[in-house]
T-cell receptor, first 115, second 114 residues
Framework: AQSVTQPDIHITVSEGASLELRCNYS??????LFWYVQSPGQGLQLLLKYFSGDTLVQGIKGFEAEFKRSQSSFNLRKPSVHWSDAAEYFCAVGDKGTGGFKTIFGAGTRLFVKA | DGGITQSPKYLFRKEGQNVTLSCEQN?????MYWYRQDPGQGLRLIYYSQIVNDFQKGDIAEGYSVSREKKESFPLTVTSAQKNPTAFYLC?????????????FGDGTRLSIL
């Protein structure tokens, strides 16, 4: 069965420091992969997505993610974190199949940014 | 601007009461979804609909009901059979029901028990 694991429940980084949020998935083929961000009391917003091709994808707000098939990972990165990046981040995988479509979300990683 | 509107933002339910959460989209999307979000558990799928007059149960449909009479609207009713309804409810839509489609989310409704 497909699964998405975000090993870190929460992470604290200093403003201006680099950030990496981890995501591991379990899926037989190359999956569709997404990262979403959720600010408190709001819905999720798509940051970026990976379907195929270049394994380094760029997203909005200066985020990027790298797909590593050998490690079944799709980690999210940002070179320099801003206080406004404090939020919860969700990794998700989409089923390629047309019959049993499902998007599975990880449990989320809450990012705290300290001044 | 196109988007998804959920209302109300906060809702309180009394014991034995059914309540309905509204979700409207003007993105012309075929597929719509309802998720429940609890702390530390991510998003769990309640119901989804891929076309008008069709909907399917998700992973945690018990105690909930939906309808899809119009493309734009996908209301969720939390019935009295749902014994633990306190949660944050998110409505989402996508162009079609497919694994490659990103989902667009509303800002959620927080439901609490009085």
């Amino acid at each position: 069965a497909q699964s998405v694991t975000q090993p870190d429940i929460h992470i604290t980084v200093s403003e201006g420091a680099s950030l990496e949020l981890r995501c591991n998935y379990s899926y037989g083929a190359t999956p569709y992969l997404f990262w979403y961000v959720q600010s408190p009391g709001q819905g999720l917003q798509l940051l970026l997505k990976y379907f195929s091709g270049d394994t380094l994808v760029q997203g909005i707000k200066g985020f990027e993610a790298e797909f590593k098939r050998s490690q079944s990972s799709f980690n999210l990165r940002k070179p320099s974190v801003h206080w406004s990046d404090a939020a919860e981040y969700f990794c998700a995988v989409g089923d390629k199949g047309t019959g049993g479509f499902k998007t599975i979300f990880g449990a989320g990683t809450r990012l705290f940014v300290k001044a | 601007d196109g988007g998804i509107t959920q209302s109300p933002k906060y809702l309180f339910r009394k014991e034995g009461q059914n309540v309905t959460l509204s979700c409207e989209q003007n993105l012309n999307h075929d597929a719509m979804y309802w998720y429940r979000q609890d702390p530390g558990q991510g998003l769990r799928l309640i119901y989804y609909s891929q076309i008008v007059n069709d909907f399917q149960k998700g992973d945690i449909a018990e105690g909930y009901s939906v309808s899809r009479e119009k493309k734009e609207s996908f209301p969720l009713t939390v019935t009295s059979a749902q014994k633990n309804p306190t949660a944050f409810y998110l409505c989402a839509s996508s162009m079609r029901r497919s694994g490659d489609q990103p989902q667009h989310f509303g800002d959620g409704t927080r439901l609490s028990i009085l």
